[in-house]
């Protein structure tokens, strides 16, 4: 049947995968990102980043994320925009942090519109609505050593945008991207809240502060880089206390890493956890898809930045299924 097919039996919008432009020249990978049975979604892993779009200040350069788009357009695939502002891989301009709160929150807004406004005109070039960037995230996160907006106690994080502008730089990326494109939903995106504690709860808080404010925002992402046999209990309960607020959640960047090397034990074990994390979302009416991140071992990033770790996805170097895809499809 394929993944995205079964995601939409079971009413989600989607079920995708990230895709990174250095890659596309390998054909065999390309031709399973186009079988849109498998995949409806994709989102650009690296091409729509601060460094890759702004990397000098207010000289915007679209050349790879178009190529990533495209894509996405050509197969008629859901897109999501990946990622307004993060404060991992942004250039140097912006990270030395030279601004005050005004200007540095005017180089935010005029960012994110002119990244999100990008797509809005180039998908109203005669595609319709279906094929339109639908979804946008906001400050998702960062490597397991560092946080998001938020640490790990829920406390917000020591970023350029944090230290210079306080919490208000959120509010400003939403608006401006809102106003870019008022169909484009609005998520916010941090890892380590898959489960409930301390740095959900901050997230819960602050999307239940920016709804009373009517600042847009639409979502949630739980990013989901998860570890074999360590799934968070509470996952279901915990995309359900999001939906309560009446916002989508997305798994955004589901991986799940073993320590190497692969063993049976450890394929089953991952199978078991794939689905573990589809049926959570499956359960939820407004956890609308999953993203994995990548969709092969050959592309992951988890060996270069886990040492030690990888087999994190459900097709392995060889582009050949793992017992993880059929996690994925019982979980559905
Ligand atoms: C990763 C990319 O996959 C790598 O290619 C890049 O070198 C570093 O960033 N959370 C995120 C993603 O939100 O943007 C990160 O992507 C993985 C962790």
Same mark, same amino acid.
Not at 14 to 35: E, V
Not at 219 to 228: M, N, S, T
Not at 293 to 313: E, I
Not at 315 to 332: C, M, Q, R, S
């Given at each position: ?12 919008k ?13 054909? !065999? ?7 849109t ?12 980043k601060?460094?890759? *779009?702004? !990397?000098?200040?207010?000289?915007? %350069? ?11 357009? $050509?197969?008629? $695939? ?5 990622? /307004? ?28 519109? *002119? ?18 960037? /639908?979804?946008?995230v ?16 829920? %406390? ?7 230290? *210079? ?11 401006? !991207? ?22 959900s709860?901050?997230?819960?808080n ?12 639409h ?10 046999g $360590? ?19 997305s798994? %955004? ?33 407004? /956890?609308?898809g999953?993203?994995i ?21 459900p ?14 499809? %019982?979980?559905?």
């Open positions: 049947d394929g993944l995205a097919t079964l995601a939409k039996k079971a009413k989600k989607y079920f995708g995968t990230a895709i990174d432009n250095p890659n596309l020249r390998d054909c !065999a990978y390309t031709a399973k990102l186009n079988d049975k498998e995949f409806n979604q994709i989102t650009p892993g690296n091409s729509l601060w460094d890759a *779009t702004e !990397a000098s200040r207010g000289t915007f %350069t679209f050349l790879e994320s178009d190529i990533a788009v495209a894509l996405g357009v $050509q197969n008629k $695939q859901h897109i999501r925009g990946h990622t /307004c502002v993060w404060h991992n891989q942004l250039p140097n301009w912006v990270t030395a942090g030279n601004f005050d709160n005004i200007t540095l929150n005017s180089i935010v807004a005029n960012h994110c519109s *002119t990244v999100v406004g990008r797509y809005k005109a180039q998908i109203q070039l005669g595609h319709s609505e279906r094929y339109k960037l /639908c979804l946008y906001i400050p998702p996160p960062t490597y397991p050593d560092s946080t998001e907006l938020f640490n790990e106690d829920g %406390t917000w994080r020591n970023s350029v945008f944090y230290n *210079t502008t306080g919490e208000s730089f959120v509010a400003t990326a939403l608006r401006a !991207a809102h106003a870019a494109d008022p169909k484009t939903k609005l998520y916010i995106n941090d890892y380590n809240i898959e489960g409930t504690g301390p740095k709860t901050a997230m819960f602050l999307v239940k502060s920016l709804k009373a404010q009517r600042i847009p925002i979502g949630v992402g739980l990013q989901a880089h998860l570890i074999v $360590q799934i968070p209990s509470t996952i279901q309960a915990n995309i359900e206390q999001f939906a309560g607020l009446g916002v989508d959640i798994i %955004t960047e589901l991986d799940i890493r073993m320590t190497l090397p692969v063993t049976d034990a450890l394929l089953a074990q991952q199978k078991i956890d794939y689905q573990t994390v589809v049926s959570a979302c499956n359960a939820v009416p407004r /956890c609308i999953v993203t991140w990548d969709y092969t071992d050959k592309y992951s990033w988890v060996p270069s930045t886990f040492s030690g770790q990888g087999a994190a996805l097709w392995d170097e060889n582009l050949v299924k793992k017992p993880a895809y059929d996690g994925i499809v %019982t979980g559905f």
